[in-house]
């Protein structure tokens, strides 16, 4: 009976047939395999990462990286001659979009001096901010009157796109311009990265860099002396202590670092710039295959090959290694500073010192605070950003503990009577020696930057896998070509 | 008995049953029930599967940037172009078959093993049983960072035996020629417990009298399960096999947080670059085109697996 059933449900020309049905599955689990996949909804933009990359403007080649601070004038004058007032435009609302940090968090807890002293409101916007934020601009809408970006994700793009409001007239109008915001004061570094086409699109918020951590006790037992916290080592002292500080067969290595072709660009750095190098050379035409880059390739391989542990790659949990104690020092970002240094969470924190980066160039990165061109309140959003970047909120910065990007911040009164001023002198000369040497363009300037990341880094690892200088050179020179390849692309 | 028929019975008599039904929203309904039923569950399929089918399918011939200052351009069959002679893709492909070919076939013979095992009776079968199964509950990420840890090599404790017994440690993830093998050991710790599960079912479901009969006939353990078992448990294996492959192309983030796609892109799959495309350069068009490669590989591995089952 079963069986005549399912014949005639079979012959039955609307039923399914089993072909029909695994046909069907088939198409089905083709369809949901594509749906699984990672579709191209026109949401995803890269999320916000505390260290993103600030680019090098092509047309202005080394200059920027190269050079160290120059002081540039104070622009503003004394509030009173200049007709400046803070409330001068008492009653506006203001809308900022801006990534969630602490620095931010910082602002919040301080919000409500500056609405006294301006009478303007601010709504802070941090909810999915970036999603938000592009078809804003895009659509040329003046919902947003100011907000937060860096150089290296959205320099390039948002510069094209005309969706930055140049900065320096807000900053040399004396009626707009506390005359005590001193301009002059922010690090070079700090400008620089600021700075997209020779165009000031934002001021800079907190500073981060690269810090030179080593480990007191294996330096002494090596009888190596202690690097001077804001004096660097050079490059070749820094090869010249490695060996002494490496025992290979006791799993004991001189350094540990980044040693994943994309992460390590921001270490490896230091090494181009010291050496001589740059992105560029003074004609426009890609320098990666210059000798200083050549030697930079060279120097950063060996580095990790004689002196690292093995097998670092994107993923490898630097801190780990370091405080288990296996590295006698450790070049990173400066963020992981209270992670070395809390002894519930590091091994070896009450061993760790800090030092500026060997050669005295680490990379330097920092949000910074543009207005939207498309705002009918520009100036309001300006004495925002005055207020935010101004001294006080760099000092706030500091006694947070987060780098601030003013010069003076380390000599103000209430931060060298402070507690974590005296006990800490090492730690903060380091950083103001740091961000002093930063170099800002510390990424190529196009758009694809992450394959840039991995063309480069991919030649930094052919050396550290002990290839001869002349394949490293070869493999340069098919790197430049695959540059210019990725630099049309946009 | 009278409840059920008297008030139904006048209506009737009356035609009004036929009245009610032909007019109004209930006889629109009436009328059109074989559309409207299915109705919702089609919207769902077009919204959830075809558009983003369709959508993708479009993109893949257009030049289009994220950057939102610019509108979608037509430039016809060039992403094609450009998949066909990108070294990338090509490198991402052969990753995909190796990954997708070791992974499946290692977990079907280790969950064929525990089946079997798991088919039969002994103390501890439902405690143990249970167990095998935390890993399909566990969180990915999480435990992917655990095994990356295990893997490192100065402090992994798989390097740690392997240093013990005096040998150079073992570079899981930073060499290019075991990276995949050492991602695939994480995929079958997730996913074995999955084939063990469905061929379990299958395994019970199996009749008994031919195993009676054969064993009448005096076979032999082996020859039960070489000439009974298999042959009889193949539908459900090509289920499982099925299913399997199709995650195993597209896998992602076992790949993606083990090794970022690395070392120099040695483990990096259609998938991975896919989702680079997209996150990474906003590159909407040549992404959408991969895509599109990605539902082919997929769609004629799954249509291959089925003519198996027939």
Request: hydrophobic letters at 45%; charged letters at 20%.
């Amino acid at each position: 009976m079963d069986r005549m059933a399912r014949r005639i449900v079979r012959d039955d020309p609307r039923s399914l047939s089993r072909r029909a049905l695994l046909t069907g599955l088939a198409g089905l689990a083709g369809a949901y395999a594509l749906a699984c996949s990672p579709a191209p909804t026109p949401t995803p933009v890269p999320p916000p990462k505390p260290i993103a990359p600030p680019p090098k403007p092509a047309p202005q080649p080394p200059t920027a990286a190269a050079k160290p601070p120059a002081a540039a004038p104070a622009q503003s004058k004394p509030a009173a001659s200049g007709g400046f007032a803070f409330d001068r435009y008492k009653g506006t609302t203001l809308r900022w979009m801006v990534l969630s940090a602490p620095w931010v968090d910082m602002l919040k807890a301080n919000l409500s001096e500056f609405e006294q002293l301006t009478g303007i409101k601010v709504t802070i916007d941090s909810e999915t901010w970036i999603e938000k934020l592009l078809p804003i601009l895009t659509a040329g809408s003046d919902e947003v009157d100011f907000f937060m970006s860096n150089k290296g994700t959205y320099g390039l793009r948002f510069s094209e796109a005309g969706w930055y409001e140049e900065m320096r007239k807000f900053v040399d109008d004396s009626s707009l311009t506390a005359g005590d915001y001193a301009y002059g004061d922010f690090f070079q570094s700090a400008l620089d990265t600021c700075l997209v086409d020779k165009k000031l699109v934002g001021l800079p918020t907190w500073a981060d860099h690269n810090f030179y951590y080593y480990r007191k006790d294996k330096f002494q037992e090596a009888g190596v002396p202690l690097p001077d916290p804001a004096k660097p080592l050079s490059l070749e002292q820094f090869a010249e202590i490695m060996p002494k500080l490496t025992k290979r067969d006791k799993e004991q290595y001189g350094i540990v670092t980044r040693g994943g072709a994309r992460a390590l660009i921001p270490m490896w750095i230091s090494w181009l710039i010291v050496y001589g190098g740059n992105w560029k050379d003074s004609t426009g035409n890609w320098a990666l295959n210059s000798p200083s880059a050549i030697k930079s390739y060279m120097e950063y391989g060996r580095m990790l090959r004689e002196w690292g542990p093995p097998g670092i790659t994107e993923q490898t949990d630097l801190n780990e290694i370091f405080c288990q104690g296996k590295a006698a020092s450790y070049i990173n970002t400066v963020v992981i500073t209270p992670t070395l240094r809390d002894k519930a969470k590091c091994g070896v924190a009450d061993q760790v010192g800090v030092s500026v980066m060997p050669g005295g160039r680490p990379y330097f990165f920092s949000w910074y605070m543009s207005i939207s061109p498309f705002t009918k309140k520009k100036e309001a959003a300006w004495m925002f950003i005055q207020w935010a970047s101004g001294k006080k909120n760099n000092l706030r910065t500091l006694l947070s503990g987060l780098p601030p990007v003013r010069k003076s911040t380390w000599d103000e009164p209430e931060f060298k009577n402070s507690a974590a001023a005296q006990k800490d002198k090492p730690l903060y000369d380091a950083q103001q020696a740091s961000i002093a040497g930063g170099v800002a363009d510390w990424l190529p300037w196009v758009h694809q930057v992450l394959d840039a990341r991995d063309a480069i880094g991919a030649v930094v690892l052919k050396a550290a896998g002990g290839a001869s200088e002349a394949d490293v050179r070869s493999a340069a020179d098919k790197l430049v070509d695959q540059m210019k390849e990725i630099e049309k692309r946009k | 008995m009278p409840m059920q028929t008297a008030p139904r019975a006048p209506a009737v008599a009356a035609g009004r049953r036929e009245h009610v039904t032909t007019g109004g929203l209930l006889g629109f309904v009436d009328r059109h029930a074989d559309l409207l039923f299915p109705a919702p569950a089609v919207l769902l399929i077009f919204v959830l599967l075809i558009f983003p089918l369709v959508y993708t399918f479009v993109l893949s011939f257009h030049y289009w940037f994220l950057s939102a200052t610019s509108t979608p351009r037509f430039i016809g069959l060039d992403n094609y172009a450009r998949l066909l002679a990108d070294e990338r893709f090509h490198h991402a492909l052969w990753h995909t078959f190796y990954f997708t070919a070791l992974a499946v076939s290692l977990e079907t013979l280790a969950g064929l093993g525990l089946a079997l095992i798991f088919n039969r009776n002994f103390p501890g079968r439902g405690l143990l049983r249970t167990a095998l199964v935390f890993p399909m509950m566990s969180t990915p990420m999480a435990v992917v960072l655990v095994w990356a840890l295990m893997y490192e090599p100065t402090l992994g404790i798989f390097n740690y035996f392997v240093k013990s017994l005096g040998f150079k440690p073992i570079l899981f993830l930073a060499d290019k020629g075991i990276v995949i093998p050492a991602v695939v050991l994480v995929d079958m710790w997730f996913a074995t417990p999955f084939v063990m599960l469905v061929l379990l079912a299958g395994l019970s479901s199996l009749p008994i009298e031919p195993y009676e009969a054969a064993v009448v006939d005096g076979a032999s353990r082996l020859q039960l399960l070489r000439y009974l078992t298999l042959p009889l448990l193949r539908p459900t294996i090509v289920v499982a096999v099925l299913f399997r492959t199709i995650s195993a192309l597209q896998t992602f983030d076992h790949i993606y947080a083990l090794t970022g796609g690395g070392p120099d892109k040695a483990s990096e799959t259609v998938n991975l670059i896919g989702w680079f495309q997209i996150i990474e350069n906003n590159d909407m068009g040549y992404a959408s085109t991969i895509l599109v490669a990605l539902f082919l590989v997929v769609g004629v591995a799954s249509l291959t697996l089925l003519s198996f089952r027939r």
